[in-house]
Nanobody
Framework: QVQLTESGGGLVQAGDSLSLACIVS????????MGWFRQAPGKEREFVAA????????YFADSVKGRSTISRDNDKNMVFLRIDDLKPEDTAVYYC???????????????????WGRGTQVTVSS
């Protein structure tokens, strides 16, 4: 059974930075696409970032581009997301996602990723 478990969420101030981590159990992520989505209250789930199996390919939503980093450690079966200069509009539940295939740049829909974590809440106060 594949399980994704996020950690690192919490309450932060606008302008702060936050790092999220996700550990995957039940399969090796070494050949998988990994990423993050988020869902704000009353809004649809949206793509945040994704990373290729080697870590050399990274893609970001325009809303976080330039202030976010996504990375992975295949040996530890983990993926990470760091967002700097947090804004109140970054408030959302953040989900770690996995799909057992190589990442393609167009993989930005929730339908593109098979496995999902339960999410971690990030709240940014102004």
């Amino acid at each position: 059974q594949v399980q994704l478990t996020e950690s690192g969420g919490g309450l932060v101030q606008a302008g702060d930075s936050l790092s999220l981590a996700c550990i995957v159990s039940g399969r090796s992520i070494a050949r998988d696409a990994m990423g993050w989505f988020r869902q704000a209250p009353g809004k649809e789930r949206e793509f945040v970032a994704a990373i290729s199996l080697s870590g050399t390919g990274t893609y970001f939503a325009d809303s976080v581009k330039g202030r976010s980093t996504i990375s992975r450690d295949n040996d530890k079966n983990m993926v990470f997301l760091r967002i700097d200069d947090l804004k109140p509009e970054d408030t959302a539940v953040y989900y770690c996602v996995n799909d057992p295939q190589a990442l393609r740049p167009e993989m930005r829909s929730s339908r593109d990723f098979e496995f999902w974590g339960r999410g971690t809440q990030v709240t940014v106060s102004s």
